[in-house]
Every structure is written in C-alpha cells, then in structure tokens.
C-alpha cells in the first residue's frame, strides 16, 4: 500500500440522531447507528488515499525536507522548471490512484475510502479535481466502495500545519474571506454529488484547530463555521451524511453544542494507540 500513500489512522465514529433517509441507496444516521438505505446498520472499515491530491513530505520520505504541499511543488520546480513541473503534477494526479488500487483496497476487506482534498483543486464547477474525484469515485461505486470526500486543505488552512498547506496558522478561523471560499467550496462540492450514492458523506474540515498553546482561543469560532458550511450543503443536498471533527487534532469535543443537523458523525482521529 505504500503506492497509495496510506496514512494509517483509528477513524473512530460517533452518530446522533436520525437523519433523513434520503434517496434511495444512500447511507444516514438513525439513532448511534450508521445505516444503508435498507436500514441495515453499517460498520466503516476504511483506508485514505492520502499523498494524493494533497502531497505530504513524510510520504514522500522527505525527512527534515520540504513537507506542504507547496514546498513540495516549490522543490519540484526547482528541479525540473515550471513547465515541466505543471506537466509533472498532471501527470501525477492523473496516475497516482489506479483502478486496481481501488480493486485491491475493496479485496483486502476494507468497504469504504476517505479520499483529502485541495480546495485549489475545486474552485470552479469544472475544475481538475471534479474530473480526478469523478473518475476515482465511479471505480470506487464499481467495486462497492464507500467514499467520504475529506477537506484536508482548507482556504486559509485550518491547522497551521503542514497538512493544510496554509501560512502557519488556522488563519481560517481569523478570515472572513477564507471562510466564505469554504463554505461556497462545499456548496459547489454538495451540488456536484448531491445524488451520488457512493458518496458516504462530508468531512468538512480534518483536524481543525491544534493542541498549541493559544490555539484555544479559536475554539469558538469551530462549530459556527460547520453550522453555516452545513446550511449551504443542505440548500443542495438534504440526504448525505455530515462529519464533523472536534478541535484539537478531531480530539476535543467540548466545543459542541447539541447537535445541529439530523445527519451527522462526530468523529475521532485517534494517533498513538498501542
């Protein structure tokens, strides 16, 4: 798996409520139970396609070396030059996932993919992203995969970390603008796959907001945000699942209010487990 780029991760879930059953086959809340459109309880045992669309240096065994997305790409042009560089990232995006990497995720037993984005990758309804997205998600409705479309890299950047290749700090919860680009970014999104039913669900940020010290002074500027993110999803798409992740690295929930929507997972990102 290393191909992939797999970042290992316990993806833990909790469920509240019920939500609507949507449309046809697609997957909802009821209660503390992920369903299918049947009503059968349904267990996530899934895998990210990380290193993909967001290129990170660990996967690339870049130790002590560039590591966001954009030192990577800044490192790539260095060597190559820009034009050869642009050809490269094509090239790369077209080629790094395959249909018999998603025929051999489904084999190894696992039912579900979490595929982290880019927002650059998105701002338009006719961007590159859609194009790579659609084509890795027809294979995963092919093999009867499940995918949860991940914002990894949020405009402004939510972690201040390499991973959501910002400025050095969650300057997304600073940003009226950065904020504004992110929820027109899911709504674009939610339009776009509204009636796909391999679609899982919407994580709408991974990991927001770290342990530093300071940070937590951004904590209540969280659940808003995924409140007005979650209205624009539903004037589009009333049926897919919303997953929303707690402060702190998806480990500090104390930020949330009751829940605000019927369809949603809190979910956990679990590091360091013996």
Known sequence: ?????????????????????????????????????????????????????VPEGYVWHFDGGPQSPKEIEALITELVGPEKAEAFWKTYRERYVTREDIQFIKAQGFNSVRIPMHWKLFQTDDAEGFHLLDRVGGWCHEAGLLVVLDLHAAPGGQTGTNIDDGHGYPWLFRDAQAQQQTIDLWARLARHYHNETAVLGYDLLNEPIPNYAGYETLHPALEPLYRRIAKAIRAVDGHHILILGGAEWD????????????????QLHKYWAG
């Not at 509240?16 to 046809?24: E, I, L, V, Y």
């Open 1 to 53: 798996m290393t191909k992939l780029g797999v970042r290992w991760l316990a993806w833990v879930v909790v469920v509240w409520f019920r939500g609507d059953r949507g449309q046809g086959a697609v997957r909802h809340t009821r209660g503390v139970e992920i369903v299918d459109g049947a009503g059968r309880p349904l267990a996530l045992k899934g895998t990210n396609l990380g290193n993909w669309l």
């Open 251 to 266: 480990g500090d929930f104390s930020v949330f209010g009751p829940p605000f929507d019927g369809n949603v997972i809190y």
